[in-house]
């Protein structure tokens, strides 16, 4: 990929990613927080491709769009925006912009999307490409996507320490994409050109498999996958290994799904690792924490399965509800094979609710949810308790306004039960529900729940 490139965005974290990524791509960059600079570059003749933010300290790039093609007929632009609405999407296509993306975007999709609109600016090909085209290449690994405040986070972390030498610890549940980040940080980082080598129980098991995976890596980077399932032998031999390398030395990362520092308390883990690994700690979110990206996801993997020739598929309201209310265990790739499924047993174009609940009534439920004894899930339990509560009444039917006594019956204690494990802490609590802490002290005078110092549970 070759050209130079205008990047205009008020935000400096995203000007030093686009510019770093899109050099080493083999690029040359100018970059700017202002839509005047930019337009002066255009003027000058600068640029075979522009990158854009669409609210500038001064103007709107969307309305700096038609001046550009006005000056520079055929120099595409890619639209980038945090104004996540599909107005600004439909603004961007009206605008001819070559492309829009919402902001936190992908960025290995980014860059895909910009070397094909430097390919479409070197055929001189003036209009712009079919939909297909521009919707990105497919691919097999988890997309990096997210719009909500705790991907973000992520994705700032994760710039701050690309070019860095310290070790990476990367945690997370099962299916989160914890190794599609370490990936990240080694194909958009300095050692890009150079080997990445992710090495399990398998490759360490012998006692020279450290050695041998530093030789593999020859100065680019290693992933230590899920290192805190390897038993305490290989932990040592990783030490050893640690404690030997030199200025020329491949970058160390590694994976976690479970608690290290518990393991390490409990003696599973040893402490010498832990604190070597943990220069920098990256937590990749679960599902239930970003529920806001689920539709984005399931839209994400319902137009790959169109591009490999499984035909178009779209989401009833009801069916998305339902997926967004779904636990998710198993993260992003169970939700990726959940999909997988609906396209491919759905019998027409929209995916309903039943075609949903049949999918996910073989999938398991989140795993602590569980109400009395034997693993029974919590559903279960209450289950039995309206059976009860309705055979009370003897054939007639409960009192009216039944739905909000229930409600009622299971607020009251799940509130207090979170109040005791924060501590009476009002604003940890109300994270740990999820919910607003105005509307946690509104709960807390309706349901008459008394607010007093409490000891903590965790």
Not at 86 to 102: G, N, R, S
Not at 139 to 155: A, E, F, H, N
Not at 229 to 244: K, P, W
Request: aromatic residues 4%; proline residues 5%.
């Amino acid at each position: 990929m070759d050209g130079t490139v205008l990047v205009a965005d008020d935000d400096r974290t995203i000007r030093t990613v686009l510019t770093q990524a899109l050099t080493r791509a083999g690029c040359k960059v100018h970059a700017t927080s202002s839509l005047v600079t930019l337009m002066r570059w255009v003027e000058e003749g600068k640029g075979d491709l522009v990158i854009s933010d669409v609210i500038m300290p001064d103007g709107n790039g969307l309305e700096t769009l038609p001046k550009i093609t006005a000056e520079r007929p055929g120099l595409p632009v890619i639209v980038i925006s945090a104004q996540n609405t599909i107005m600004t999407a439909i603004q961007a296509a009206e605008a001819d912009a070559y492309d829009y993306l919402p902001k936190p975007f992908d960025l290995p999709d980014l860059m895909k999307r910009a070397a094909k609109a430097l390919e479409t600016k070197r055929r001189a090909n003036l209009t712009r490409p079919p939909a297909e085209d521009t919707a990105g290449v497919a691919s097999d690994d988890l997309p990096l996507v997210g719009r909500t405040p705790v991907m973000q986070k992520l994705y700032r972390l994760v710039a701050r320490v690309m070019n860095t030498d310290l070790t990476v610890l990367i945690t997370g549940e099962s299916g989160t994409g914890k190794s599609l980040i370490a990936r990240a940080i080694h194909d958009f980082s300095d050692r890009r050109t150079l080997p990445f080598v992710v090495a399990g129980a398998e490759e360490l098991s012998s006692l020279d498999g450290p050695s041998t995976v530093l030789a593999r890596a020859r100065g680019g980077s290693v992933l230590f996958d899920e290192v805190g399932d390897l038993d305490l032998e290989t932990q040592g031999r990783i030490v050893r290994m640690l404690d030997t390398l030199t200025d020329t030395a491949p970058r160390i990362m590694a994976t976690c799904q479970g608690d290290l520092m518990q393991r390490m308390e409990n003696g599973s883990f040893r402490q010498d690792l832990f604190y070597r690994l943990g220069g920098v700690t990256l937590n990749v979110p679960s599902l239930r924490e970003r529920v806001d990206d689920i539709p984005l996801l399931a839209e994400h993997f319902l137009a790959r399965g169109e591009r490999s020739g499984a035909g178009t598929r779209r989401f009833a309201v009801s069916a998305m509800d339902l997926i967004r209310a779904y636990s998710w265990p198993g993260n992003v790739r169970q939700l990726e094979n959940t999909i997988r499924r609906l396209v491919l047993t759905s019998p027409g174009e929209e995916i309903g609710r039943a075609d949903v609940e049949m999918v996910l009534g073989n999938q398991p439920e989140i795993e602590p949810l569980v109400g009395g004894g034997d693993g029974e899930k919590l559903s279960a339990s209450v289950g039995k308790h309206l059976r009860r509560y309705f055979d009370l009444h003897g054939g007639v039917l409960p009192p009216p306004g039944l739905y909000q006594r229930i409600l009622k019956e299971v607020e009251i204690p799940l509130i207090e039960i979170a109040l005791d494990a924060t501590g009476g802490n009002q604003a940890k609590c109300a994270d740990l529900l999820g919910i607003n802490r105005n509307t946690l002290r509104k709960k807390i005078t309706d349901l008459d729940i008394r607010v007093t110092r409490r000891r903590k549970l965790m």
